[in-house]
């Protein structure tokens, strides 16, 4: 138990650390709206945007997540000659893929339905940020509540 709070506890402040980094770096090179011409950032987002308004790449990525998910299903309940210990973790995967799926869905209805009320971005990550975090939530008080996890 102390080993997990100890790896969690380093793990959070990699993620604080990293996040002062990131706003350092991104104050740093910040220039007033409309003072120069097509930046880097704003062709890298153009060309993301052309990309995800394809359907065929949604119906491809669609098609690996779920033929990933599947094939570690499968590997986690079949006899394919692997070892005992290797089954329970690849049904642990494919549980931590499902949630990471769910929890991604809640952020993003959460954000494009803040979005869509005419709020700015800013809004929209916090209302996708406080819906994960509930999601998160209330798996924490099932865990406390019924202990499915471990």
């Known amino acids: 138990m102390v080993s997990l709070t100890l790896l969690s ?11 002062f980094v990131a706003v350092a ?4 090179k910040r220039t007033a709206p409309g003072a120069g011409s097509t930046s880097r950032y ?15 790449v949604w119906a491809v990525a669609f098609i690996a ?9 499968l590997l986690a309940v079949g006899n394919f000659g692997l070892p005992e210990g290797f089954s329970g973790s690849f ?3 494919a549980y931590v893929a499902v949630g990471l799926l ?10 494009f339905s803040t979005r ?3 709020l700015g971005n800013a809004h929209g990550v916090a209302a996708g940020t406080f819906a994960s975090g509930l999601v998160f939530l209330v798996l ?10 471990g």
């Open 9 to 19: 506890t380093a793990l959070m402040g990699l993620l604080v650390v990293a996040t």
């Open 25 to 28: 770096q991104i104050g740093g």
């Open 42 to 56: 704003d062709a890298i987002v153009g060309t993301l945007s052309d990309i995800a308004q394809k359907p065929v």
């Open 65 to 73: 997540i779920a033929v990933g998910i599947g094939a570690t299903a």
């Open 91 to 93: 049904l642990t995967l």
């Open 102 to 111: 769910v929890t991604g869905f809640v952020f993003l209805g959460a954000y």
């Open 116 to 118: 869509g009320r005419g």
């Open 140 to 149: 924490i008080a099932a865990e406390l509540l019924v202990g499915f996890l």
